[in-house]
């Protein structure tokens, strides 16, 4: 049976409306139901029943009017159906970005950087002693005048060298990347929800992109018997169908995509719970679930070792603990000269976040 995961909910909290507090879980609802708003909002009225999450003050009634009067929920007039709006999509993005990129930020483990100070694009908060070479726009004007006054006072004031402070600046590399979604069976198989945490990222993952690094270009693929391209609009909406593995389709695509792209930074991220188990030869399927078939295993391996002279890596984040499973992940890892987590659920999103900001920001001096 499939189940389900949901996050804390508290009725008392007072610092959030009786309509935010619902809004919250709604929008956690909607990840589940793939954007289905009627069964979110049943689902809502069930927890409502068992957990008197409203009173007689603000009802599911009240909280559904609102809903539309704030522009998430569009009613179709002639048969009553409900549908939720680009407002509703992009406020899920935004949820799922704060969920997981504050636990990233949280988080010990795997943090660890290398700082190298110089010029950049953009200026941080942090500062630190002028060094011969500096760049003369680099200087914390307010920070070397107040260092100036204590260091000399002010009837004697005076400035040196060493009063002068530096604002470090972080140099951001122009990256494209490719997302790659598995949505073959496997992924809801044995009542285990895989896509959900997987769709949750995609989400996370747009709305930085899109929102911190506006220069950065995502592009979105699904893979299971065949490959596609998504928008950022119809992640909420993704399901998982009757298909078989097909990750040479998707990798294909993703190499179509950044070939597209002019910039020197190109990578992919694969999202998936197992071992490629489909091919397409001509206008035909070749399939086998049964182990790892050589067929496909060498396809697969071919494209890794064509993407790594192509110097894109491949990020790969096993979603299942399996060995048999980890044994693919890590040949076609050493192949392409990519990365490979192997993350239980609950720490996927730290895996993808933390690989990103790695890969995406230095500080140079």
Known sequence: MKGYFFSKYDPNDESKSPFQKLLD????????????AAESLHWLTQLDKQYKLTNDDYGIGDF?????????????????????TPKTEQTIRKRSLEEIFGKMKKAKAGSHRTFKTGQGDEPNPETRPYEFGDAPESINYTGSLHNAFVNHGIDNWSMHQDDLEI???????????????????????YGEDRITPAKKVAMALSELITTRYP???LDIVVFGNDAWQIQMKDLPYLE?????TNTVAGLELAMELLRRRKNPNKQIFMITDGKPTCLKVGGKYYKNSFGI???ILNRTLNLAGQLRKMKIPVITFMIAQDPYLQEFVRNFTEVNGGKAFYSSLDGLGDYIFEDYER???????
Do not use: A, C, W
């Not at 879980?25 to 289905?36: K, N, V």
């Not at 890969?359 to 001096?365: A, C, F």
């Open 359 to 365: 890969n995406k920001r230095k500080t140079l001096r």
């Open 293 to 295: 078939d050589s067929k």
């Open 215 to 217: 220069k950065d270009s």
């Open 64 to 84: 559904i009017e609102d809903l539309k009067e704030n522009g998430y929920l569009k009613e179709n007039e002639q048969d009553g159906t409900f549908k939720i």
């Open 25 to 36: 879980l709604f929008t956690q609802l909607l990840q589940y139901t793939s954007g289905d």
């Open 240 to 244: 998982v169908g009757p298909y078989h």
């Open 167 to 189: 604002h470090e600046t972080d140099f951001k590399s122009q990256t494209s990347t490719v997302l790659m979604i598995d949505i073959s069976h496997s992924m809801i198989l």
